[in-house]
């Protein structure tokens, strides 16, 4: 009787009253101005009067040379938690109102947040912004290629868990394909194939044999951890020159760009999956929420059975979809071994799939708001290197869990209101 | 446009939905399709839309034959169809629902919004029907949603409008202003194919009317052929349309709900500080359009609701705070809307279903016992009593008709010695037949002393049944009115214009399309 409980929930929502969102809690507008005091009294009020944090502003690869900053500690961390504080201003102005805190908002509270804590903990020392920048992106490099999966999957209806597994299938494939013909670009191309080989089964199994969505993901997770695990121990391990020594692509500074103080090094010497990456982004966002594609696909994801009505092919669309995902998946999986470490090594996704999910809830189901939340997450994780370098006052065991701390938090729905796809994870038959 | 479609069979398994029909429908025409729920009116127009897929027969449209894979085809070929349950997407804007499956787009792929909405402004002002094409569809009110649906069709160029039960969801003006749409529609050349059980809203707006029964065409009729007789040929026998009722000679009360409020699981209030007495041996109704707080007031008064505040008494106990088992032990029968999913358990036997409150005391149950052969033993009573159309207590519950279904849970809240009985939408989805029977029960059962409250979006199932009238809107009660308030009356106040001002509006207003059927009746 799946149909009745789906046609129960017009019928008992029909009330002729005013907008049927939900008003925004004081759950986020609170944790931030606690947090916010937390930064003020810690970081600020609690550090050195006399210390300063150095924050280098230039690398060797520019022509302009900026002198580094040098910030007075204690001023800084206090006016980086006034800034927090003004943000969960801005969040409680906003539920006053009752309209939803726009999701810049927690994004740019966590990241001010973290950046007092930066500053504070960096008392005495000093630290390369520019490479503290484009360390957070390339850690945020396959979690953006998975949530952007994870947004298009699940904007045509289709629950993907299996994001974990696309990205290892990726890893490996390119990998192996490139140390075997020698070429960075085969490999490059061979991920992707290898995610839209784990989609078709995911796609086969969820749309044309109905089976929970869920299962079949996690199921494929298991078999390409076996499989990679499997072939790794007794193929590439066994014959590491020929099999698993792809190299790794070389950085293409783009001229110009890269002379944009701080932000230009990081962004702009980059390998071409990041470059691809930024690509992905744009291209994903316009096409969602500014073509005829984006509006059906949504459509498909929101209301099957209307789309359908207007002569829509629901399930086509969502094949198409999670093809699609399949490989966005894939090239974030190409950034493990091409893109950083040139060799694959067992599992080395590590759970990369399941933070990327998170990134996507974070940022609402849109490819932008992925992009920002996938940074913060690599921007957690970065710190906790960064930190650990400069042998901070915080034990590195509990930098370490940063990252999923901010996941559990963005995932708790602290960010305020998240909604899902309303046909999301539910698979569409006729009557 | 002419549409015609010729001998249609469709099948599902051995169930024949539509046996043969044979439908024709003139350029600008409104053509009725009368029949009861399940009758197959709905498998006829998906077939006709393209949903489904006709198992024999075929669709001609001006003179030639057609063929439809999907709903694409249908539109294509000029046909525009308002399901009864909206086909709208609910975070798009008006002019995005509009332009789904048929974008306006600039430079190739890229959404033309402007286009959309200057279309749906075209519409909208065309017909009068006052719609922002940038507001989001799940902000807007139902009838305007439906308004939306319309002007979809019309954006597409339909020449036959199918009007699937459109007004199941309207108030009365609603309905009134629907009907003016649906003739202005017809004055511009649209065809119309009207879907609907109602048999007022027939007479008062069909240039023609088919009537189905049991997958079959039984005859076609037109406009000024009587209400009983319209019945009859629906139902296949004489029905009685009117309830037998003798005056009504209420005792004590027995119920008596003080300032209740009821907040939903999004903090918002739905029902908002409704007083109400029901004394013993009365029929109090309440009406309203669906989604005004009805559900969650009588959900409140049997116990599963949760965040409430008042006083609910049942013979002076307060019972607010009790859980729904122990208000059943203090003798209240409640019919819930929706059956299959809050009166039944669609997998268990009928038997089990009869006895779904009492199964854990004697006769059925002692200690950790239960006693299948007692229980079967009092099915067999009750579905007897009940004229319960099953092929056995043993049958599952899901495999009975709506209506039979409607019997087994009236059965099992009736089976036992009530102090009050509450039924919410008892015939929603039920056989003009079984409703005739359920209506006599309910009418037995106050007449037994029982206070009765009734739940019901059906203006004439109120005034058949009720000895007063409780209207609400936006979760208050608008007035407490006496049973034998004239409909144009009620409607103004399902509509939240107060007791006062809604008699003083009807009679300056005069009848409506609707209401002139009653003063005919009169006469």
Do not use: C, K, Y
């Given at each position: 009787m799946s149909t009745a409980t789906r046609e129960r929930l017009p019928e008992s929502s029909t009330i002729q009253q005013g907008p049927l969102r939900k008003p925004p809690t004081w759950k986020s507008p609170i944790i931030m101005g606690v947090l916010g005091v937390v930064a003020l009294l810690a970081f600020g009020l609690a550090s050195n009067a006399g210390d300063t944090s150095t924050f280098g502003m230039s690398t060797g690869a520019q022509r302009l040379q900026i002198p580094a900053l040098v910030l007075p500690t204690r001023p800084a961390a206090i006016v980086l938690s006034v800034l927090c504080l003004v943000l969960a201003a801005v969040a409680a102005a906003a539920v006053r109102v009752k309209r939803p805190v726009p999701l810049a908002v927690p994004i740019g509270f966590a990241a001010l947040w973290l950046l007092a804590f930066l500053v504070w903990s960096m008392a005495g020392e000093q630290v390369p912004l520019p490479g503290l920048l484009g360390g957070t992106l390339l850690l945020s490099v396959p979690l953006v290629f998975g949530a952007l999966s994870g947004v298009l999957c699940e904007r045509s209806g289709v629950i993907n868990i299996a994001i974990e597994g696309q990205l290892l299938a990726g890893a490996f494939?390119?990998?192996?394909?490139?140390?075997?013909?020698?070429?960075?670009?085969?490999?490059?191309?061979?991920?992707?194939?290898?995610?839209?080989?784990?989609?078709?089964l995911l796609a086969m199994f969820t749309i044309k044999y109905v089976v929970d969505q869920i299962i079949v993901g996690v199921v494929l997770n298991v078999l390409v951890v076996g499989l990679t695990g499997f072939l790794y121990g007794r193929v590439?391990?066994?014959?590491?020159?020929?099999?698993?020594?792809?190299?790794?692509?070389?950085?293409?500074?783009?001229?110009?760009?890269?002379e944009i103080p701080v932000l230009g090094p990081a962004l702009f010497n980059q390998t071409i999956i990041v470059y691809l990456m930024y690509v992905a982004v744009i291209v994903t966002q316009v096409a969602l929420f500014r073509t005829k594609w984006g509006l059906r696909v949504r459509a498909v994801g929101e209301h099957p059975k209307a789309a359908d009505t207007v002569g829509i092919k629901v399930n086509r669309i969502r094949v198409q979809n999670v093809l699609l995902g399949g490989v966005v998946a894939g090239f974030g999986g190409a950034f493990f071994t091409l893109g950083s470490v040139g060799a694959f090594g067992r599992e080395m996704t590590a759970g990369q799939g399941f933070i990327a999910l998170a990134a996507m809830i974070f940022g609402r189901w849109s490819p932008v708001g992925a992009l920002f939340a996938a940074l913060l997450f690599g921007f957690a994780n970065q710190l906790q290197g960064t930190l650990g370098a400069l042998g901070s006052p915080i034990p590195s065991e509990f930098m370490l869990m940063a990252p999923y701390l901010a996941t559990i938090f963005a995932v708790a729905g602290v960010v305020g209101r998240v909604r899902a796809p309303a046909a999301d994870g539910q698979p569409y038959t006729k009557a | 446009m002419k549409l015609e479609l010729r001998g249609i069979t469709k099948r599902f398994g051995s169930f024949t939905a539509n046996d043969s029909i044979d439908l024709v429908v003139e350029p600008g025409e409104i053509h009725s399709l009368l029949g009861e729920n399940g009758a197959g009116k709905s498998t006829l127009m998906n077939v006709l839309y393209g949903l489904l897929q006709p198992d024999e027969g075929q669709v001609v449209i001006d003179g030639e034959r057609v063929h439809f894979d999907g709903p694409g085809d249908a539109v294509a070929a000029g046909i525009g169809m308002v399901h009864q349950h909206f086909m709208l997407v609910p975070v798009f804007t008006v002019a995005e629902n509009v332009m789904l499956g048929y974008e306006y787009t600039k430079g190739g792929q890229f959404l033309d919004h402007a286009a959309a909405r200057q279309q749906v402004r075209r519409l909208s002002e065309r017909f009068g029907f006052d719609v922002d094409p940038d507001a989001l569809v799940e902000d807007i009110p139902v009838g305007v949603q439906q308004r939306v649906e319309i002007i979809k069709a019309l954006a597409r160029d339909a020449k036959v409008l199918i009007l699937d039960e459109p007004t199941a969801v309207l108030t009365p003006q609603e309905t009134d202003e629907l009907i003016a749409i649906m003739r202005e529609l017809k004055q511009s050349g649209t065809s119309i194919v009207f879907i609907t059980h109602k048999l007022r809203e027939v007479r008062a707006v069909a240039d023609r009317i088919t009537v189905i029964r049991r997958g079959k065409v039984v005859g076609t009729a037109d406009p000024g052929t009587s209400e009983a007789e319209l019945a009859s040929m629906m139902v296949g026998r004489t029905v009685q349309l009117t309830v037998d009722k003798q005056p009504f000679a209420p005792k004590g009360e027995v119920l008596q709900v003080e300032d209740l409020s009821v907040r939903d699981d999004l903090g918002r209030t739905v029902v908002d500080g409704v007083s109400l007495d029901v004394r013993g041996g009365e029929i109090v109704a309440i009406a309203g359009v669906q989604g005004n707080g009805q559900t969650e007031l009588v959900e409140a008064i049997v116990g599963l609701g949760e965040d409430i505040s008042g006083s609910i008494r049942l013979q002076g106990k307060q019972i607010l705070g009790l859980n729904a088992k122990e208000i059943i032990d203090l003798g209240v029968g409640y019919v819930p809307e929706d059956r299959s999913h809050d009166g039944l358990i669609e997998s268990f036997t009928v038997a089990e279903n009869l006895v779904l409150s009492q199964h854990d005391r004697a006769p059925f149950g002692s200690g950790l016992l239960y006693h299948p052969a007692k229980v079967k033993a009092r099915a067999n009573e009750l579905v007897g009593e009940f004229d319960v159309r099953t092929q056995g207590v043993e049958a599952t519950a899901g495999s009975l008709s709506g209506g039979n279904q409607q019997k087994v849970v009236v059965a099992r809240e009736m089976s036992r010695p009530l102090k009050l009985f509450v039924a919410s939408q008892?015939?929603?989805?039920?056989?003009?037949?079984?409703?005739?029977?359920?209506?006599?029960?309910?009418?037995?059962?106050?007449?037994?002393?029982?206070?009765v409250l009734l739940v019901s979006t059906e203006l004439d199932e109120v005034l058949a049944l009720a000895d007063r009238i409780a209207v609400m809107y936006r979760g208050r009660v608008v007035g407490v009115v006496d049973g034998d308030t004239p409909r144009d009356v009620l409607g103004l106040m399902m509509a939240g214009v107060p007791e006062q001002d809604a008699r003083r509006q009807a009679a300056e207003q005069g009848p409506t399309a609707l209401t002139v059927q009653d003063e005919e009746a009169r006469q």
């Open positions: 494939a390119s990998a192996l394909m490139a140390s075997v013909t020698d070429s960075l670009w085969i490999g490059l191309v061979m991920a992707p194939v290898a995610g839209l080989l784990v989609a078709v590439l391990v066994q014959n590491a020159d020929v099999f698993n020594q792809p190299g790794t692509f070389s950085r293409i500074p783009i001229p110009g760009l890269i | 008892p015939t929603r989805g039920v056989d003009v037949g079984s409703i005739e029977f359920l209506h006599n029960r309910i009418v037995a059962e106050r007449d037994h002393g029982s206070a």
